[in-house]
């Protein structure tokens, strides 16, 4: 893409900054993060042929690929010298960059199109000769904050690999539970798989993500000069997508068997009969199907 005429190429996220940064240097990072891309988007898939075998068959199917997935982790988390694990673990699409010229060329169709649809501004100037109206000038507000974002920040000129700390005692203690997390989750709904409503498993699973969270909080707040405030942005980044995914908890276990379900079957028949809401009724029926009977439907990464 860099080598097309007229094409800027675009500028990379830290998340793909860091990762290409390992895809690019260990083959062995690349090839474990795209095993646990794979088992991602086919869990499912293995979990509903498991299930035609019977329950059982179907939590040993679950347990095991949890299990496959904690040992990628672990491996990834070694191979990166303990720093905090990625979501993905792979680079992600880059936005497709647009030529100068298609740029030029939509912002003339917009201006043609506001000058046909709306009167002049105050301030704008009709040049006779051509018949153009130029407009006002932006802004000083505009200006600063169109500079601003040419400016490079701290992580721009950091190293990719610097871009996560790595993690060292209460940090560590927290990346290996976070790991684990699924697994033993997975290993305590297989031994109370005959009762969906009892809260053990739900509770059990939901502590230790939490307390794995805690503790991450605590050592930053410890170990980096600043606390929270002195984290890089992909760091900050990859916390909130876990603070995230704590509210998948309220689709799974005894919390969903007790208060979501009731919750999700009384909005689909109330708006059965409501023209559109009633579309937006049937597709969270079909995925109620899924919550009520798989476990890799609500499962994070």
């Known amino acids: 893409v860099s080598r097309l005429p007229g094409v800027q190429k675009p ?44 329950e059982k068959v179907r939590w040993r199917v679950v347990v095991v690929l949890e299990a496959v ?22 680079p992600e699409r880059e936005p497709e960059p647009v030529s100068p010229e298609d740029s030029l060329r939509d912002d003339e169709e917009e201006e043609e199109e506001e000058e046909s649809s709306q009167p002049a501004q105050d301030g704008s100037w009709t040049m006779p000769r051509t018949g153009l109206t130029l407009p006002t000038l932006p802004d000083s507000s505009d200006i600063s904050s169109y500079l601003l974002s040419k400016v490079l920040t701290a992580d721009d000129i950091k190293p990719a690999k610097a871009l996560l700390r790595r993690v060292q005692g209460q940090g560590q203690l927290a990346e290996y539970l976070y790991i684990i997390r699924p697994l033993i989750y997975a290993l305590v709904l297989q031994r109370w798989s005959g009762d969906k409503r009892n809260w053990r498993p739900w509770l059990l699973g939901l502590s230790i993500e939490y ?17 929270l405030r002195g984290l890089t942005n992909l760091e900050r980044e990859e916390m909130r ?14 919390f969903y068997e007790n208060i979501t379900k009731s919750w999700v079957s009384g909005f689909t028949n ?29 499962a994070t990464p």
């Open 11 to 54: 500028h990379p996220t830290p998340h793909n900054r860091y990762t290409r940064f390992w895809t690019q240097r260990s083959p062995i990072y690349k090839r474990i993060a795209l095993t646990l891309q794979v088992i991602k988007y086919t869990e499912l898939l293995w979990e509903m042929a498991a299930k035609r075998r019977g």
């Open 241 to 254: 997508k876990r603070g995230w995914a704590l509210g998948w908890w309220a689709m799974r276990g005894a």
């Open 270 to 298: 109330k708006v059965k009969d409501i023209p559109v809401l009633g579309l937006v009724g049937g597709v969270v029926e079909d995925y109620e199907y899924l919550w009520d009977n798989y476990y890799f439907s609500t």
């Open 211 to 227: 307390g794995a969270r805690q503790l991450a909080k605590k050592d930053f707040k410890e170990r980096v000069a600043g606390g």
């Open 69 to 90: 997935k904690a040992i990628c982790r672990l491996l990834l988390l070694r191979l990166t010298n303990s720093r905090p694990l990625l979501t993905p673990p792979l």
